[in-house]
């Protein structure tokens, strides 16, 4: 059984960084596509950001790009999201989530969630 374990998230100030990780457990997932959704209170999940098992691919949402970074370790089977000029709206539990299909990752329909981890910008 795959499990996704996130880890990194915390408080900090707008125009501040933090780094999330996510680690995976339960089979080696280097051909495994990987991504980060985030939900806040009161509103649906939304997609961060996507990467391909090689890393030659990468997605972003608009509300993100310029600012994260996603990338992957596939010999630690970790995925990294490094968050910079944080703003009070990114403000969520974000969750790493991991499929064989990269359009499904995207989709938000990935075979694998984590639990989440809280990310809280205060302005």
């Known amino acids: 059984q795959v499990q996704l374990v996130e880890s990194g998230g915390g408080l900090v100030q707008a125009g501040g960084s933090l780094r999330v990780s996510c680690a995976a457990s339960?089979?080696?997932?280097?051909?495994?596509?990987m991504g980060w959704f985030r939900q806040a209170p009161g509103k649906d999940r939304e997609f961060v950001a996507a990467?391909?098992?090689?890393?030659?691919?990468?997605n972003y949402a608009d509300s993100v790009n310029g600012r994260f970074t996603i990338s992957r370790d596939n010999a630690k089977n970790t995925v990294h999201l490094q968050m910079n000029r944080l703003k009070p709206e990114d403000t969520a539990v974000y969750y790493c989530?991991?499929?064989?299909?990269?359009?499904?990752?995207?989709?938000?329909?990935?075979?694998?969630w984590g639990q989440g981890t809280q990310v809280t910008v205060s302005s």
């Open positions: 990467i391909n098992w090689s890393g030659s691919s990468i």
């Open positions: 339960g089979r080696n997932l280097s051909n495994d596509n």
């Open positions: 989530v991991a499929d064989q299909n990269f359009g499904l990752v995207v989709a938000g329909r990935p075979d694998y």
